[in-house]
Each structure stands twice: as C-alpha cells, then as structure tokens.
T-cell receptor, first 116, second 118 residues
Framework: GAVVSQHPSRVICKSGTSVKIECRSLDFQATTMFWYRQFPKKSLMLMATSNEGSKATYEQGVEKDKFLINHASLTLSTLTVTSAHPEDSSFYIC????????????FGPGTRLLVL | AQKITQTQPGMFVQEKEAVTLDCTYD???????LFWYKQPSSGEMIFLIY??????QNATEGRYSLNFQKARKSANLVISASQLGDSAMYFCAMRGVSNSNSGYALNFGKGTSLLVTP
C-alpha cells in the first residue's frame, strides 16, 4: 500500500519554542492531507485539512495561528506548533488521501510531542 | 452531522477464534465511506478495510470482513482466526460528503481495545 512518512517521530521541547512536523507521501501525490490529534486512550480528532497550494481549513476550536499548516508540494505538508505549551503535548498524526483506484487514506506513523 | 459509535470499550478473544467488533453510524449524507483501522501500541494507524455506501457486497480483506447492514446503519468488523498480533485498538471511521476536501476527512469512533489470548 501507499506509504506516508512523518518526521520527527518523537520530540521533546521547552515551553515557548516552536516545533515543525513533516508529513510526506512517499509514492503517490496527495493534494489533500489531514492532521489529527490524539490524546492518550482517546480517539483521533481532526484538526485541519491541508490543501496543496491553498490555505488550510481548520476545525472549530483549533487556533490557526498556533497550528500553522503549509502544503507547499503534492507530497509534503507541515504542521508547526508555535509557542508550544505543556497542554499541546499530544500525539499528532497525519493522513493522505489516495485519489486513484480504491478509496482510502493512509496515515503516517505519528509524532509524539512532549512540551516541558 | 455524522456520528460513529463503538459501544465495546474492550473485547477478549481466544487465539484462532473469530471476533466481531461493533460499529454503528449516523449520517444524513447519501454517499459515505466506512473504514476500519488498527492501532497497535506503537501508535501507527493501519488501514484494514473500506466499505462504500453504494457497494453491493460486503468488503473483505484477508481475515477481515465488514458486515455492512445499511438499513441498520451498522458496519461491524469481523476478524476470523484471531492471532496474538491482532491485539490492538480498533477504530471505525466514516468519510462524509465528497463535495469539499474537508469532506474526505475521517470521523472516528472511540475505539475498541481487542486482546487476543493464547
């Protein structure tokens, strides 16, 4: 199946710093990628939809100035957590939609963010 | 609005037995897609199976099959011949209307933790 990579897999940072997470589709082009957040023992919650060449669409309650999304190419979307605080600590996971053949979405391996 | 319900927080099954994980959904969209993902302790989301709302036959992928009952709005996952490696969280998810990019985002249920015992 299609492969989606995410980097870094784990990051620990100090409060107030910014952290960039990359999501790449390795063997297919993804005009649309999605960013989700998952708290421990909880389900995935959609944060935003990343559209190649245009602005991201954010879900209600997600601060667009805090969670900056850039989708500069058909294979790369980045999520930057700006001025991170301990409450931003979470598991962030991206997915990319496959638009040819059978419909599906493939997920990256996720990024565990810990803000101290 | 869409809603996905998984009523089983945890399930046990003995190795080599079959197990059914329940999923019901609610939507007013005429066209939708239903997915099942497996999430082991490592955190990655592994795609298992997909069922489109207009598909005539129930989807099957190896040991996974989806019992799709449209009138009841249920999409239960059946895992046959369980293996120890099947122990994980299982999420049911729905894709909504496809008239916008955000419509392809997935709405997840709360998940079911499956433990396969020897």
């Amino acid at each position: 199946g299609a492969v989606v990579s995410q980097h870094p897999s784990r990051v620990i940072c100090k409060s107030g710093t910014s952290v960039k997470i990359e999501c790449r589709s390795l063997d297919f082009q993804a005009t649309t990628m999605f960013w989700y957040r998952q708290f421990p023992k909880k389900s995935l919650m959609l944060m935003a939809t990343s559209n190649e060449g245009s602005k991201a669409t954010y879900e209600q309650g997600v601060e667009k100035d805090k969670f900056l999304i850039n989708h500069a190419s058909l294979t790369l979307s980045t999520l930057t957590v700006t001025s991170a605080h301990p409450e931003d600590s979470s598991f962030y996971i991206c997915s990319a939609r496959v638009t040819s053949g059978r419909e599906t979405q493939y997920f990256g391996p996720g990024t565990r963010l810990l803000v101290l | 609005a869409q809603k996905i319900t998984q009523t089983q927080p945890g399930m046990f099954v003995q190795e080599k037995e079959a197990v059914t994980l329940d999923c019901t959904y609610d939507t007013s969209d005429p066209s939708y897609g239903l997915f099942w993902y497996k999430q082991p302790s490592s955190g990655e989301m592994i795609f298992l199976i997909y069922q489109g709302s207009y598909d005539q036959q129930n989807a099957t992928e190896g040991r996974y099959s989806l019992n799709f009952q449209k009138a009841r709005k249920s999409a239960n996952l059946v895992i046959s011949a369980s293996q120890l490696g099947d122990s994980a969280m299982y999420f049911c998810a729905m894709r909504g209307v496809s008239n916008s990019n955000s419509g392809y985002a997935l709405n997840f249920g709360k998940g079911t933790s499956l433990l396969v015992t020897p």
